[in-house]
């Protein structure tokens, strides 16, 4: 059974670049769609972006100038890297795979505040 | 983008109940829709793929229909366990999008 864990800081500073990475357990991270989701304290759900096989990424055009998502296959993981980040970037990250967002990580709340 | 508009945004029912959940897309996503719940404090999970296929071990009393624009979520005698909120989500084109949600209480 495959599984995702999030890492990384829980805050950040305005201006800053958050990054955040998905260990992917129980399965390869060759093939399949790797995706970032987030969601800010009590509100929806927004799809941030996407890797997939041997580097091919598609990014919200909401974030698109901002996000990076990268996939080492060496270390069966994923990265998100989002600078300059301000207080509406406050939310879970999370990460996910599949289009059909079929495995979620449990989630990792990053607050960005000074 | 494509919008997904869900409703209700909320409703009530009672353990047994069977409950329906709509959600419509502003253009046709053929059947590239799934639906997922999501309980406070935990991640979404995913319920139903491909509009109408059950995911590996959801319960039966679960099942969706629809295709082109709109799209159905019925529980068929609500659990306690599924009082939650309920999101669709296309994944036809990017980016993908989802419903604001519907809280089931």
């Known amino acids: 059974q495959v599984q995702l864990q999030e890492s990384g800081p829980g805050l950040v500073k305005p201006s800053e670049t958050l990054s955040l990475t998905c260990t992917v357990s129980g399965g390869s991270i060759s093939n399949y769609f790797w995706s970032w989701i987030r969601q800010p304290p009590g509100k929806g759900l927004e799809w941030i972006g996407y890797?997939?096989?041997?580097?091919?990424?598609n990014y919200n055009p909401s974030l698109k100038s901002r996000v990076t998502i990268l996939v080492d296959a060496s270390r069966n993981q994923f990265s998100l890297k989002l600078p300059s980040v301000t207080a509406a970037d406050t939310a879970v990250y999370y990460c996910?795979?599949?289009?059909?967002?079929?495995?979620w990580g449990q989630g990792t709340l990053v607050t960005v505040s000074s | 983008d494509i919008q997904m508009t869900q409703s209700p945004s909320s409703l009530s029912a009672s353990i047994g109940d069977s409950v329906t959940i709509t959600c419509r897309a502003s253009?046709?996503?053929?059947?590239?829709l799934s639906w997922h719940q999501q309980k406070p404090g935990k991640a979404p999970k995913l319920l139903i793929y491909a509009a109408s296929t059950l995911h590996s071990g959801v319960p039966s009393r679960f099942s969706g229909s629809g295709s082109g624009t709109d799209f159905t979520l019925t529980i068929s005698g609500l659990q306690p366990e599924d009082f939650a909120t309920y999101y669709c989500?296309?994944?036809?084109?990017?980016?993908?999008?989802f419903g604001q949600g519907t809280q089931v209480e």
């Open positions: 253009q046709g996503i053929s059947t590239s």
């Open positions: 989500q296309q994944f036809f084109t990017t980016p993908w999008t």
């Open positions: 996910v795979r599949d289009r059909e967002l079929g495995h």
């Open positions: 890797s997939q096989n041997g580097g091919s990424t």
